[in-house]
C-alpha cells in the first residue's frame, strides 16, 4: 500500500492544499458537460437546430463541438450548467432530463471538483427513428 496523498507526489515535499490557485475555464467544463450529457441513454444529440445543423458540418470535417448545447456559468466554487437536448422518442422526456442532470452533477463534481449550484435541462425536439428514412420521399416511394 502506498502513503501518496492527493496532496503529495511519491518522492516530493507536501503541498499545501493553499499553496496556489486553480482556474478551471468554462469552455472545459462546458466540454465535460457535454461528454456527459451525451452518454446518457436516450440523449439524441445536444444543441438547438442551428447549433445541430453547423455541428453536422463539423462532424464531417472530424471538429466536433463537444460543448454543443451547453451554456456555463463558472465562480470561484459553484457552477451553473443550461443543458439543450434532442430525446429519442419514446423514452420519457423527464427521465432522460434527470438522467441528464445526474450525469452533469456527477461529472462536474468529480472531474472538475465543485459544486454544481443547478442544471437546467432544456428538451427542445423529439428524434423519431423514422425521420432518419431519407431513402423515401414525402410520399413513401422509395427513391434509388
Wanted: net charge negative.
Amino acid at each position: 500500500m502506498s502513503n501518496v496523498t492527493p496532496n503529495t507526489v511519491k518522492g516530493a515535499a507536501p503541498v499545501a492544499p493553499d499553496a496556489g490557485k486553480t482556474t478551471i475555464e468554462d469552455g472545459v467544463v462546458a466540454k465535460i458537460t457535454g461528454i456527459a450529457a451525451r452518454e446518457v441513454p436516450g440523449v439524441y444529440a445536444l444543441g438547438g437546430g442551428a447549433a445541430r445543423a453547423i455541428g453536422a458540418i463539423r462532424d464531417a470535417l472530424n471538429s466536433t463541438d463537444l460543448a454543443q448545447g451547453v451554456s456555463v456559468e463558472v465562480g470561484e466554487r459553484q457552477v451553473a450548467v443550461d443543458v439543450t437536448i434532442v430525446a429519442e422518442y419514446p423514452i420519457s422526456l423527464q427521465k432522460v432530463a434527470d438522467d441528464v442532470r445526474a450525469a452533469v452533477y456527477r461529472a462536474i463534481e468529480d472531474l472538475v471538483g465543485m459544486e454544481v449550484a443547478e442544471v437546467n435541462i432544456t428538451v427542445n425536439d423529439v428524434h423519431i427513428p423514422s425521420d432518419d428514412d431519407s431513402d423515401e420521399d414525402d410520399q413513401g416511394v422509395r427513391v434509388q
